[in-house]
T-cell receptor, first 112, second 114 residues
Framework: DAKTTQPPSMDCAEGRAANLPCNHS???????VYWYRQIHSQGPQYIIH???NNETNEMASLIITEDRKSSTLILPHATLRDTAVYYC?????????????FGGGTRLMVKP | DTGVSQDPRHKITKRGQNVTFRCDPI?????LYWYRQTLGQGPEFLTY????????KSRLLSDRFSAERPKGSFSTLEIQRTEQGDSAMYLC????????????FGNGTRLTVT
């Protein structure tokens, strides 16, 4: 699976959009981009995933650049409860085991 | 609640003792995964099951570790002769069998070996 690069930490004001970048310049055509987050003392929580097109669900939006070498997770109106470590993961489409390889993630601090 | 359940949430044991953790996956999920997470690091894959078959094991899973999923439902992870380096959060996750189905994680068992 391709490697990802994320900033180690970011701050965001409560109520503002949080834009979390991820670089995956070695991504292959058959690799998805997944985002998970982990709130302190809890297990990772699935947020969203995509292959080529931008995706949106009730939690967030995922914007993938046309060359697929980077993506941005957008939390439209961040709340204090969104304070967490956010992991960007790429994984091959036909990964038989569905395993995920986590990196260091971005520690997002939402401030009042 | 129909999420992934892990028991116990916390376990403190002395070095050399054996410990066993339990994971109950989401009921319709065929796949079950174990991960380990140390402080400040992302989770690391240990092993996974499809139904009752253990299909892959990481090199992190030493001979002292054994996992079972006897009836394809709940799973146990046993660590024999615990060492201080085994102190970590042990996370269980489950997913549907379809490729690219997201993994759903439990809240983990935090092991402290003294």
């Amino acid at each position: 699976d391709a490697k990802t690069t994320q900033p180690p930490s970011m701050d965001c004001a409560e109520g503002r959009a949080a834009n979390l970048p991820c670089n995956h310049s070695t991504i292959s055509g058959n690799e998805y981009v997944y985002w998970y987050r982990q709130i302190h003392s809890q297990g990772p929580q699935y947020i969203i995933h995509g292959l080529k097109n931008n995706e949106t669900n009730e939690m967030a939006s995922l914007i993938i650049t046309e060359d697929r070498k980077s993506s941005t997770l957008i939390l439209p109106h961040a709340t204090l409860r969104d304070t967490a470590v956010y992991y960007c993961i790429v994984r091959v489409v036909n990964n038989a085991g569905n395993m995920l390889t986590f990196g260091g993630g971005t520690r997002l601090m939402v401030k009042p | 609640d129909t999420g992934v359940s892990q028991d116990p949430r916390h376990k403190i044991t002395k070095r050399g003792q054996n410990v066993t953790f339990r994971c109950d996956p989401i009921s319709e999920h065929n796949r079950l995964y174990w991960y380990r997470q140390t402080l400040g690091q992302g989770p690391e894959f240990l092993t996974y099951f499809q139904n009752e078959a253990q299909l892959e094991k990481s090199r992190l899973l030493s001979d002292r570790f054994s996992a079972e999923r006897p009836k394809g439902s709940f799973s146990t992870l046993e660590i024999q002769r615990t060492e201080q380096g085994d102190s970590a959060m042990y996370l269980c996750a489950s997913s549907l069998i379809w490729n690219n189905s997201p993994l759903h994680f439990g809240n983990g068992t935090r092991l402290t070996v003294t």
